[in-house]
């Protein structure tokens, strides 16, 4: 029996996209399939997003306000060369490509939008004996510079999740943390490096900023919920996170969730602490905002969640 590609939907589960108009504080449904789920938009343009579903990639193209598109609208982008996809995929910054993270690890460059042979950027077997995968979740606004987290498995079973700048020339990685404390999300902001950590409060995901030529993260965010995947909008202005209850432990789907902004400002080293403004509460977490969801003019933003239908 052949085994399922990709996250799979529970009974009675539907996989919607949402785009959130910032000045309207608004959403808009323009997607949900109760038979593929996707996962992690990028936005191409004014028009397009880049999601993941069923270990493929796809496009959307967003309908007329009013329309909810089904399945039958996703539009497969062929990548010869790799297998299967994860939910780690970001845009590079000229738009002609997408750099995704494949399951067994390593990292691929696909022209978009019509697709075509992967080039690979990444060989994780040349950390062998131990077992290492790339997460992509960032590009240098140059595109010169992969912002990714390594995770390594040494031949003693333990785990590690670090930050890492990687040579999208080379594949090698310049690490930027080697410890115990897990890492996940890092994207750029600028110059500057932001993602979730637990160095701070172990157990609990926080948000830290790493400005360039710093050595030691600042902490963003100090509260009990678990704060994962930041993205600042590519005007600076806007720093979106998501954000679960306390206790939570990792970046888990089908938990109630919440979309948070903060002043972009704090990842410039800002001396300030505004309270958090929750945008939207929603069942989701993994695959909700994993990558980059904004528009390039910052105005809006896209996202998935997952409800379930109660039954009767």
Not at 225 to 231: C, D, K, Q, T, Y
């Amino acid at each position: 029996m052949t085994e399922p590609r990709g996250r799979q939907l529970l009974p009675g589960q539907t996989s919607r996209v949402h785009v959130y108009d910032l000045e309207r504080r608004e959403s808009r449904l323009v997607f949900a399939s109760s038979t593929v789920l996707v996962e992690a938009p990028n936005v191409l343009d004014d028009h397009t997003l880049v999601l993941n579903g069923d270990g493929d990639l796809w496009l959307l193209r967003l309908p007329e306000p009013g329309t909810v598109l089904d399945e039958t609208a996703l539009e497969r982008v062929p990548m010869p060369g790799v297998a299967e996809i994860n939910n780690d995929h970001v845009l590079d910054p000229s738009g002609r490509s997408v750099v995704v993270s494949s399951r067994d690890g390593d990292l691929h460059r696909v022209p978009l939008p019509a697709g075509g042979a992967a080039a690979a950027l990444t060989d994780a077997s040349t950390a062998l004996p131990v077992v290492r995968k790339f997460y992509l979740h960032g590009i240098a606004p140059d595109g010169s510079t992969l912002a990714a987290i390594v995770g390594e498995l040494t031949e003693e079973g333990v785990w590690t999740t670090d930050v890492a700048l990687v040579d999208p020339a080379t594949g090698d990685p310049t690490f930027l943390t080697r410890d115990a404390f897990p890492d996940d999300g890092v994207s750029f902001a600028g110059e500057v490096l932001v993602w979730n950590s637990e160095r701070f409060t172990p157990g609990t995901a926080q948000l830290v900023a790493l400005a360039a030529g710093a050595t030691d993260p600042v902490r963003i965010t100090a509260d009990d919920r678990v704060n994962w995947f930041p993205h600042v909008s590519p005007d600076g202005a806007h720093l979106l996170y998501l954000s679960y209850e306390p206790g939570v432990q990792g970046h888990p789907a089908d938990h109630r969730v919440e979309l948070r902004l903060l002043p972009g400002t704090l990842v410039r080293g800002a001396r300030i602490m505004p309270a958090p403004e929750t945008l939207v509460t929603l069942d989701g977490g993994q695959g909700t905002v994993n990558v980059p969801p904004w528009a390039p003019d910052s105005t809006w933003f896209a996202y998935c969640d997952y409800p379930v239908a109660e039954a009767n």
